[in-house]
């Protein structure tokens, strides 16, 4: 597993090229990152950093969270995330991650919270097909039977029925990396990535 960085989703547009093709790209604010906390094999059992992101209030984490940055001298983080990398020793306490961690052509997996739909039923949810429309048919949008008779008398956990739909934890893989502005800490992805703008996104 290599080194990610945690990110705001800015929004999408699109980028042209010479000969006029248009790509859909996302603009992520990546970082910079604070690494919060290493961990060895030595003690932990694996090799891990892990990284601080969004400077923010203290009134708005917890004691053990503020105790958490005090020790190390570091300014309250909103949002923490571990990654685990093949070796910590070129890392230290408080170093900064920024996008120069990626290059341009890269493949990256984008993960986060996807929109949330709220409560959708069979077709749009699992794309059930509909029953038919005619006259005297009393099974449009349902979802039809759910169980069986007798043997075994229920239904089955884990059955597609309705529900909430989206705002769940979503990766989307092999992201291609367009542009990086190491100025602004941009990042620009050809394609989507999950949820909305200002969503928290975690690209490695």
Do not use: W
């Not at 503020?66 to 093949?86: I, S, W």
């Not at 991650?97 to 709220?118: A, E, Y």
């Not at 739909?165 to 893989?173: E, Y």
């Amino acid at each position: 597993m290599s080194l990610g960085i945690l990110g705001t989703k800015l929004g999408m547009t699109q980028i042209f090229d010479e000969s006029g093709f248009a790509t859909p790209v996302t603009v992520i604010k990546a970082g910079p990152c604070v690494v919060t906390q290493i961990k060895s094999r030595e003690k932990e059992g694996y090799d891990a950093i892990q990284l601080g992101y969004a400077e923010t209030s203290e009134k708005k984490l917890s004691k053990p969270e503020l105790g958490h940055f005090h020790k190390l001298n570091l300014p309250a983080l909103k949002h923490l995330k571990e990654y685990k990398v093949p070796s910590v020793d070129k890392f230290k306490i408080a170093d900064k991650i920024s996008v120069n961690i990626f290059t341009i052509g890269q493949l990256v997996s984008v993960s986060g919270k996807s929109i949330g739909k709220g409560f959708a039923g069979t077709i749009k949810r699992y794309n059930f097909t509909r029953g038919p429309m005619t006259h005297g048919s009393k099974n449009h949008r349902e979802p039809g039977s759910i169980g069986q008779g007798t043997t075994p008398g229920r239904v089955f956990p884990g059955k597609k029925m309705a529900g909430r739909l989206g705002g769940g934890q979503t990766t989307i893989k092999n992201l291609q990396v367009i542009y990086i502005n190491t100025e602004n800490n941009l990042l620009v992805l050809k394609g989507a990535v999950p949820g909305k703008a200002g969503n928290l996104l975690s690209v490695k």
